[in-house]
């Protein structure tokens, strides 16, 4: 499956620096708004330790990662959703997107100019989600609308018209939520009653990236900065990020010894990167399964709970298609064991029907005939 995330916030809160120490790309970060004005894509690979023992024991020609597909988001404006700035521009470009990384400034450079009189990361946080839900209740709208002329179409289909009015039903419940601007309220609706038909900008799932100064990382004393602290209220330690976009950008610059030097010297354990693609895969629901062989090993991410059978579709169709069954073992019993050999001996090795469900971790062989 392809994972796209989108960096999204404000003018000049820093999401092309880090979007370009993300990607190790070379995208305009300038001290003006809207110096991004087309979204630019950067394909990062999944960082995975796994992937390079794997190699070893297979003595695999090549290594093919899983990957995250970062977007790089034109800033956003105060009546985006009524057109101001690049208004519909933006929003359509969030759409598009599987996550939102919500850059958020937390640190104060009287060189670097900022949208309000004071800073305020939750503030900026409030303007981007009221711009996403004015948009949505446009879309929900219309879509309401449509839903009407569909209702009266099918009188006579029970079951076609119970669908609709449940739809219906779901969506009076939304737009209520929106124009009261109730972003949880409206999560929540969406979550319990998940549409085919609309997918609402504001109901995504997000991260929270606080960009702290450089000098706060070092024992990370970006605990004691108090918009930090004001993100982590409202949203949980585990949806907020803290990384300094300027000290990302600097670590690309320099080789591998270096950086570890100068991580290790401000207490740095990973990479924002890192972190960043780990939360990612939690809070998208993600794992990774593995097909190995001679000529190269490589890392498939699927949403968990899919059946074997259906992650055979991520490989290729054919595979889920013609589907018989699959060989099957965790590359951990695989690293505890040390071989092959030892993983069939101690019976760690199975076959597996259509309708097992994939573990992370897992080695798969599927078996298939079309």
């Known amino acids: 499956m392809s994972i796209k995330a989108g960096l999204v916030g404000l003018p000049n809160v820093?999401?092309?620096?880090?979007f370009n120490a993300l990607t190790k790309s070379a995208v305009p970060a300038e001290n003006y708004p809207?110096?991004?004005i087309e979204p630019h894509l950067a394909i990062?690979?999944?960082?995975?330790?796994?992937?390079?023992k794997l190699k070893n024991i297979y003595n695999s020609q090549t290594m093919l990662p899983a990957t995250v597909s970062f977007v790089d988001i034109a800033g956003l404006?105060?009546?985006a959703a009524s057109g101001e700035g690049l208004g519909n521009q933006f929003l359509s470009h969030i759409r598009e997107v599987d996550l939102i990384l919500h850059v958020l400034r937390c640190f104060?450079?009287?060189?670097?100019i900022y949208s309000s009189e004071e800073l305020n990361p939750l503030e900026d946080y409030e303007i981007i989600m009221t711009e996403l839900m004015l948009k949505d209740a446009e879309s929900v709208q219309k879509r309401i609308e449509k839903l009407q002329h569909q209702i009266k179409g099918a009188k006579n289909k029970p079951a076609e018209l119970k669908e609709l009015l449940a739809e219906q039903e779901t969506l009076n419940a939304a737009h209520k939520a929106l124009d009261s601007l109730d972003v949880e309220k409206v999560r929540s609706i969406m979550q319990a009653h998940p549409l085919n038909t609309i997918s609402l900008l504001s109901a995504k799932?997000?991260?929270?990236?606080?960009?702290v100064g450089e000098n706060e990382l070092e024992d990370q004393a970006y605990i004691n900065n108090k918009h930090y602290q004001a993100l982590v209220k409202r949203f949980g330690s585990e949806r907020v990020i803290p990384i300094c976009a300027k000290l990302e950008s600097e670590l690309i610059s320099l080789n591998d010894a270096e950086a570890e030097e100068l991580m290790k010297?401000?207490?740095i354990k990973e990479r924002g990167l890192q972190t960043i693609i780990q939360k990612t895969y939690q809070h998208l629901g993600l794992i990774t399964f593995f097909t190995c062989g001679p000529k190269e090993i490589h890392a498939w991410p699927i949403k968990q709970g899919l059946t074997v059978r259906q992650?055979?579709?991520?490989?290729?169709?054919?595979?889920?298609?013609?589907?018989?069954?699959a060989e099957i073992f965790n590359c951990a019993d695989l690293f505890a064991l040390g071989s092959l050999a030892k993983v069939k001996e101690q019976g760690k090795m199975r076959t597996e029907g259509a309708d097992y469900l994939v573990k992370d971790g897992d080695i798969v062989l599927v078996k298939f005939n079309v």
Do not use: Q, W, Y
């Open 108 to 112: 104060t450079d009287p060189d670097i």
């Open 14 to 18: 820093g999401k092309s620096t880090l």
């Open 311 to 325: 992650a055979a579709g991520e490989i290729h169709s054919d595979l889920e298609r013609g589907f018989i069954c």
């Open 34 to 36: 809207f110096c991004t």
């Open 205 to 211: 799932n997000f991260l929270i990236i606080a960009n």
């Open 44 to 52: 990062t690979e999944v960082p995975d330790a796994r992937i390079e």
């Open 77 to 79: 404006v105060k009546g």
């Open 265 to 267: 010297m401000l207490g």
